[in-house]
């Protein structure tokens, strides 16, 4: 079984976020949230939460963003 690169949501308070997505990313993160309920049994009941994990993961794993990270001063 192909396994997704999000694993289960944590129970988290929610946070309002307002992001304009194309339609078609809209259907991309609808679809995603299902598959991701059938491999979590895991009911997903808003696809945008997905959207912080998604992000998350993705400057966690972008190389090229760690290594600027590091470079800047905090």
Do not use: C, W
Request: aromatic share 4%; hydrophobic share 45%; proline share 8%.
């Amino acid at each position: 079984m192909i396994k997704l690169k999000l694993d289960a949501l944590p129970d988290d308070k929610p946070v309002k976020v307002t992001v304009v997505l194309p339609a078609q990313v809209h259907r991309d993160l609808v679809s995603y949230a299902k598959v991701l309920e059938r491999q979590n049994s895991q009911t997903v009941a808003e696809p945008t939460k997905l959207i912080a994990p998604m992000v998350e993961r993705f400057m966690a794993t972008d190389r090229g963003f760690a290594k600027l990270r590091r470079e800047v001063p905090k």
